[in-house]
């Protein structure tokens, strides 16, 4: 039988498939025997309203925010931490007595993925692959902790990477450098690099044989995070860790992002080792 004093947390996305998320809260529930319980929720867009009101009203505590709700959802709180608002998305809903507050944790989870490698991007030269949400994230967060930042995408009609780089110039005053995609151009900036960030689907199962870049264009003395967390360690990073690079899994990330969430909804500083041996377990 449900305790009525239990704490409700969940996800909702959609489609929200075989999420990790709860394994992943509920590893550290178990492990420091918190009342709590984490769900994930499968919510069409015509429901998110309804979804978000509702589980407030249920008496959840929060809710995690995933593809394709976290601009969307925006709508439905009353206030947005610095983050959030500056990147215009939401993954993290935190339901207080009177209001929704509306935080971020990606470019968070990602900062401190790599801390806990070793590295400190403040002042680091941070090169980042991608401009959707995931990178967008990551560029602000790497911004605000006072990283260079240079960035490259492929050119799709819809060129991402140009919006990203304005946006950050108008809130943040911060100019990032735009790099081609192409071997030669990158092989050319990896020389002065301190941190690659691969922020893009490439890589990700069932296509593991394919990566963004050659790993032999990565110099040895640059670390190589790959956020892509399906398979743990990506062809990227593995050619990467070959050539003596320090690499850093998408796992880390997805773990400190879920880390900062429950610091939001319970005030804790998680295990984040349960963290990632829930997900590696799930995976
Ligand atoms: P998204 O908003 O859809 O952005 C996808 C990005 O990948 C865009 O930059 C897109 O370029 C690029 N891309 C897709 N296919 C490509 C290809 N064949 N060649 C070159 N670029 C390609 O997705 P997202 O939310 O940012 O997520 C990106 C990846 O990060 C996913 O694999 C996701 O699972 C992972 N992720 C991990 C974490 C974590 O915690 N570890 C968190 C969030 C996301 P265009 O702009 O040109 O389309």
């Not at 305790?3 to 394994?23: E, F, N, T, Y």
């Not at 995933?66 to 709508?75: E, G, M, S």
């Amino acid at each position: 039988m449900t305790d009525s004093r239990k704490k409700l947390l969940g996800v909702i996305g959609h489609p929200i498939g075989h999420s990790l998320s709860p394994a992943m809260h509920n590893a550290v529930f178990d492990k420091l025997k918190l009342n709590c319980e984490y769900f994930a929720f499968d919510v069409p867009p015509e429901s998110l309203e309804s979804a978000i009101k509702g589980a407030k009203a249920l008496g959840f505590i929060g809710l995690n925010v995933t593809i394709p709700h976290k601009v969307t959802a925006i709508k439905y709180t009353d206030k947005l931490s610095k983050e959030a608002e500056l990147l215009g998305a939401v993954n993290t809903l935190q339901f207080t007595d009177k209001e929704i507050i509306g935080h971020n944790t990606d470019g968070t989870g990602c900062i401190n993925a790599l801390k806990e490698a070793g590295v400190d991007v403040k002042n680091k030269r941070v090169f980042i692959i991608g401009a959707g949400g995931a990178a967008r994230a990551i560029a602000f967060q790497c911004s605000l902790s006072d990283a260079v930042v240079s960035l490259t995408n492929r050119k799709e009609e819809k060129f991402m990477a140009d919006d990203l780089i304005k946006d950050i110039k108008v809130k943040l005053n911060r100019d990032i450098k735009f790099i081609e995609l192409a071997d030669e151009s990158v092989k050319e900036h990896l020389k002065d690099v301190d941190v690659l960030v691969h922020a893009t689907s490439v890589g990700m199962k069932p296509n593991i044989n394919n990566s963004i870049i050659p790993g032999d264009l990565i110099p040895s003395n640059v670390t190589v995070m790959d956020i892509v967390y399906n398979p743990p360690e990506t062809k990227l990073l593995s050619e990467a860790r070959k050539r003596g690079c320090r690499t850093v899994e998408g796992v880390g990330m997805l773990a400190h992002q879920g880390a900062k969430s429950q610091n939001i909804w319970l005030g804790i500083n998680p295990p984040v080792d349960v963290m990632i041996k829930a997900v590696i377990d799930g995976l």
